[in-house]
């Protein structure tokens, strides 16, 4: 069980809502330090950097290859391509964003009130390998969340939870409604699924890739893929979850963290309660930093590099518009600032772009399964929480709002008092999770003295309807790889760096010849010997 723990993965949990499991299972650790124990083994499975030569397992030059997208799938295929071929390939990263400070895709910062506010990704657990290692090699500050705020629990007409914001208070009122089972199993069942999520680290340590997203769960765990079949509700239910506890707090943080409601399916709601485990950090400056910083180091350190070979070019302003196999390889067409159009050729691409219903590259004789994204616009106010319409008891205190039921007329997902980008509480401005943009007459119902707002709106995440499939495949064709359909099993920051380093594993065996060995087409197979070295901090 210690191998396992210093594995072990807390999937990402987003927001405040999920730091309520989080108290209690602190209180919970504290009552039963077996269970604390058993979580206590955090340290990071992804491996110190050593020199090596990266060129040795190549049988051939290496490689040219294109990054389409700018987000964290993006930026970790480059870091771990690097990392693989050392000096031994070309990269450009092609995106459509507009500025090499404020590249990050979905991870972005809203300027409100005259400070800086995550408006996209806002989370990250302390397990979360990837995006920890990313944020040390970078040099950057996590800053942890604590419990600043009161927590209420809105049910669409009252006010069913609303605690104090002095600890123990909470700590126990939460216990009366819930009760402390609850609490003790969803600690278990969220340890256990970390423990197997863990798997993945020492799997790509030693080279393994998958071409599809089902091959990489099972590969962690047999029961993963089944967990994707049924809902988190009934997943729940038939772990004897009360109701009470589903319908609300569960219900609160799927609306939460995906914008939908508790009949998504049981593997991203598990990855959505797995905030239970606590530990929840964000990036001084805004999370994403690490992307800008990552992708702008690397070509930065490469500019410096005489040789054409390890080129790594960030092509801002590109919107890639086709991808089509020649002989050659893969063109890649895009219009850059000017509107010119701008084809270059490549041996192998990873397409980082979500296929939702904006997806607009034509990959030629390539079919890309679409599907449905989930709006989520995020609205900042500056202003006083409406505690009349909201039934809520303090009217000095700052409140995190969960809403487990539409909340009619309003139907909004949640409200949460905000702290800037560097933790510093700001000054009465909340964000609110909503499906639409809200109207001046919602805005004005939910709170009082309103001075300004501001919104962002996001395709967030994909729908996860009953009989959404996570069969997808991470290959389009040979040579094309696509890291986004991971988000079919669930949406987060190190998902995406998971399926990052899982294409730039995939291009790499590919390349070299090593595919029938480490890559597996069922995606299973069993670890071999690690061989793997991350790149070095003085070499970005
Ligand atoms: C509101 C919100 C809150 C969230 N909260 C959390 C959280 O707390 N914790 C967490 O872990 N996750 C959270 N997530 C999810 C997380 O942000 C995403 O899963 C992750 O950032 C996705 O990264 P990606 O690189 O896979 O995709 P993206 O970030 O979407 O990257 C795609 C890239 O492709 C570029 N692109 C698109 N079309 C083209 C084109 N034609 N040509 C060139 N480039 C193109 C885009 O500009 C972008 O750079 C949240 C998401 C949202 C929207």
Redesign the pocket.
Known sequence: PSAHCTEMLCL????WALRLPHQLTLTSCLLLPSLALLSSGTSASVQAAQSEDKSRDLKRPGPRIAI???????ASAAYFLRDKFGSNCRMDI????SSATL?????GVANFDGRKFE??????HDKNLYMRHFADVLGLSRLYHGEETRLAVFNGRDTVLDTSDWYLVKMVQLLHRYGLAAFVQLRKFVSGMMEDFGRVYARQNAGQAYTNVLGLLSAMSDSFPAMATETIEKLLESSGFSSEFINELVAGAMRN?YGQNVSIHGFVGAVSLAGAEGGLWSVRGGNRLIVANLLSRLAQSQQADEAESGKVRLLLN????QIAKDREGWTVT?TDASRSTVVEQYDQVIL???PSQHF??EIKDVKVPRVDYQT?V?TFVKGRLNHDWLGLRSRQSEYSVLTGTPASPLDFNSIGYQHDVDKNPSDNVYKV?SQRVLTAEQVNQLFTNVESTHSVS?L??PLYRRGLSINASFVLADGLYH??PI?LAA??????AI?GRNAALLAFNDWTGKAAELTDPSGGGQPKPADQVLVQRDEL
Not at 12 to 15: E, G, K, N, P, V
Not at 94 to 97: A, C, G, S
Not at 119 to 124: A, E, L, Y
Request: aromatic content about 6%; charged content about 15%.
């Open positions: 990402s949990a987003r927001h389409i997208g700018s987000g964290v799938a993006a092609v995106t459509d964003e590249v990050g895709g979905r991870l408006s996209g990704g806002s989370i990250i963290n590109s919107r890639v518009t895009s980082t772009v979500p607009n590259i989520t995020a999770f996001w967030a995440y890291t986004s988000e949406s987060a920051m190190e998902m995406s399926a």
